[in-house]
């Protein structure tokens, strides 16, 4: 069984600053996808960047990027010049990859995030 | 392009009760999962559904059931509620054809057991 850890339960940032959000896991699966979702207020999970594990080239998305370190089993997401939009929670995923059900996550506990102005 | 659509937003029921919730995917999205969200136990796997078939499961009481229709929309029933199983409910659609596929959320139900 994969298991993700969140371990700072809220962070603050100011505006226009960088934060980094930490993510460890836990797997045996050599092939699997790692993802970062936001949850806003509104509730509704949206994601903000993903990783295949097989690409050592770390994912990037506008003023998103992640550091994936993959034989530390660990992943972390910066955000850039932080926005008062970027207030939510942040939820660290796992998938494994060709179970033929591909779309069971398993979550971190979350992270809440507020961009101060 | 439409989202993912649930419904309804909040549902307030007694102990005992049954309910069901709606969630409508994307158009041709043909895979519909379910998680459940608690402050305790965070997000949960409930189950996935594609083409009508149920093709994973998570850890949870046969109270918990579920369908997909022919349109792929897909239902969540869960019998004899209890108060633990106060939570948000959260429906997420995906192509459902092959692995890379991103999953699309909706706002989820809110579900309170009173």
């Known amino acids: 069984a994969q298991t993700v850890t969140q371990s700072q339960p809220e962070m603050s940032v100011q505006e226009a600053e960088t934060v980094t959000l930490s993510c460890t896991y836990d797997?045996?699966?050599?092939?699997?996808?790692l993802f970062w979702y936001k949850q806003p207020p509104s509730r509704q999970m949206i994601l903000v960047i993903r990783?295949?594990?097989?690409?050592?080239q770390n994912a990037t998305e506008n003023r998103f990027s992640v550091n994936f370190q993959k034989a530390a089993k660990s992943f972390s997401l910066k955000i850039s010049d932080s926005q008062l939009g970027d207030t939510a929670m942040y939820f660290c995923?796992?998938?494994?990859?060709?179970?033929?059900?591909?779309?069971?996550?398993?979550f971190g506990k979350g992270i809440t995030l507020s961009v101060r102005p | 392009k439409a989202g993912v659509t649930q419904t309804p937003r909040y549902l307030i029921k007694t102990r005992g009760q049954q309910v069901t919730l709606s969630c409508s995917p994307i158009s041709g999205h043909r895979s519909v999962s379910w998680y459940q969200q608690t402050p305790g136990q965070g997000l949960q796997f409930l189950f996935e559904y594609f083409s009508e078939t149920q093709r994973n499961k998570g850890n949870f009481p046969g109270r918990f059931s579920g369908r997909q229709f022919s349109n792929s929309r897909s239902e969540m029933n869960v019998s004899t509620l209890e108060l633990g199983d106060s939570a948000l409910y959260l429906c997420?659609?995906?192509?459902?054809?092959?692995?890379?596929?991103?999953?699309?959320f909706g706002s989820g139900t809110q579900l309170s057991v009173l």
């Open positions: 797997t045996s699966e050599n092939n699997y996808y």
């Open positions: 990783q295949e594990a097989y690409k050592q």
């Open positions: 997420a659609s995906s192509l459902g054809g092959g692995t890379n596929e991103k999953l699309f």
């Open positions: 995923a796992f998938m494994k990859q060709n179970t033929g059900a591909n779309s069971k996550l398993t």
